[in-house]
Every structure is written in structure tokens, then in C-alpha cells.
T-cell receptor, first 114, second 115 residues
Framework: DAGVTQSPTHLIKTRGQQVTLRCSPK?????VSWYQQALGQGPQFIFQ???????QRGNFPDRFSGHQFPNYSSELNVNALLLGDSALYLC?????????????FGEGSRLTVL | AQSVTQLDSQVPVFEEAPVELRCNYS??????LFWYVQYPNQGLQLLLK??????LVKGINGFEAEFNKSQTSFHLRKPSVHISDTAEYFC?????????????FGKGTKLTVNP
């Protein structure tokens, strides 16, 4: 049973560029959430997708956008990259119902912005 | 809104010693509480969770935590640690009602187990 898979695992971009990160949820899960984990910090909620719609959003600018596909996989897009966007981006999957808040995390995509 | 405070950023202990990692939370509504562990260069793995019922929760790898509503705490304990427990530990909270999907994490506690 495959867990949550994310790609790419590492990438380097320069300021102003755009990046797309990808996530496949754990088998049987229908909900995907994205978190940003800056160095030395806990993960911070970016947004959550269910039924191909953004259901809830954290305190992140519109430069951060996402998408969920019919097979439940998801993408995170970040435009106009800033140095401060350097972080580990974690994808987490879960079941919408019953919703116990338990998340299964991937190993993350580490983004470095130069 | 919820918030989490992990009172210790680093906790060094010797192998086979007991350990307690402290977590306090703030919320105006009832909550679900979680502890996650993150090994170097990996994602987060759920250690244990409190949803309702017994306030003493047992998790994987011999860890347990106690929910204390009056003190708004959810401290993590292990009676005897191993070298392999060296990792970063995150406490997290979310509202128990629907419509509050996100987990709010603390800043983490780095546990180092020394031989």
C-alpha cells in the first residue's frame, strides 16, 4: 500500500521563477493538504483540497495556488518566488469522512530559492 | 483559532532515561490533539492522538501522552528512551468541530538521546 508520494524531492529555483510541486495521496484517501515547513519551525497550513476544490486556506498570499485532480492527486504552484519561500513543502492526505484530523504525510519537497 | 506552545526547543537525555516533552495549547473550542515525530530528512509520522475518551493515550514506540483540559496541556512521555528516538517532535491541535480542518503545529522539540 503506497503512502503519500511527493515529487520532486529537491529543487533549486531563482527569485521570480515559478515552481510546481506534486503529490499523490495515500491509497483510499480523498483529501490533500499542503504545509510549509521553514527551517527550525513547525509546519504551517497552506490550504486543503477536497472534491477538486480549495476548502480552507491558511495565511498565505495568492502567489500560492493549488489544484486537485479527479484521481485525488494534487499540485502546489508558487509564482514569483521569494527567498523566504525556501522551505520543505509537505503534502498530507486524509479521509474527508470520517474526519478525525489524522494526516498522513509525504517526505516533502525541499525548495531552495537563490 | 488555536495555538500550540512547545515549552522546550531542545531536550538532551541519556539512553534508558525517562523523558517528557511539554505541550500547551490554546483554544476557545474543544480540540483534537496530536504528536508527530520527524526523523532527519523525512516527513512527519503520527505518534499518537487524542480525540475523546480516556485522557491517557498510548502511541507507537512506547510513547504516551496525557490530555489535561484544566491545564490545557498534552505532554508526551516515554519511560525509557533509545538512541533511535533521536528526532524532532511536534505537538499539533485542531478544532473538534467540522469546518476547522487545519492542524496548527508547535515549533517542535528536538530530542537528542545520548549513549
Amino acid at each position: 500500500d503506497a503512502g503519500v508520494t511527493q515529487s520532486p524531492t529537491h529543487l533549486i529555483k531563482t527569485r521570480g521563477q515559478q515552481v510546481t510541486l506534486r503529490c499523490s495521496p495515500k491509497s483510499g484517501h480523498d483529501t490533500v493538504s499542503w504545509y510549509q515547513q521553514a527551517l527550525g519551525q513547525g509546519p504551517q497550513f497552506i490550504f486543503q483540497y477536497y472534491e477538486e476544490e480549495e476548502r480552507q486556506r491558511g495565511n498565505f498570499p495568492d502567489r500560492f495556488s493549488g489544484h486537485q485532480f479527479p484521481n485525488y492527486s494534487s499540485e502546489l504552484n508558487v509564482n514569483a518566488l521569494l527567498l523566504g519561500d525556501s522551505a520543505l513543502y509537505l503534502c498530507a492526505s486524509s479521509l474527508f469522512r470520517p474526519n478525525t484530523g489524522e494526516l498522513f504525510f509525504g517526505e516533502g519537497s525541499r525548495l531552495t530559492v537563490l | 483559532a488555536q495555538s500550540v506552545t512547545q515549552l522546550d526547543s531542545q531536550v538532551p537525555v541519556f539512553e534508558e532515561a525517562p523523558v517528557e516533552l511539554r505541550c500547551n495549547y490554546s483554544s476557545s473550542v474543544s480540540v483534537y490533539l496530536f504528536w508527530y515525530v520527524q526523523y532527519p530528512n523525512q516527513g512527519l509520522q503520527l505518534l499518537l492522538k487524542y480525540l475523546s475518551g480516556s485522557t491517557l493515550v498510548k502511541g507507537i514506540n512506547g510513547f504516551e501522552a496525557e490530555f489535561n483540559k484544566s491545564q490545557t496541556s498534552f505532554h508526551l512521555r516515554k519511560p525509557s528512551v533509545h538512541i533511535s528516538d533521536t528526532a524532532e517532535y511536534f505537538c499539533a491541535v485542531r478544532g473538534a468541530q467540522g469546518g476547522s480542518e487545519k492542524l496548527v503545529f508547535g515549533k517542535g522539540t528536538k530530542l537528542t538521546v545520548n549513549p
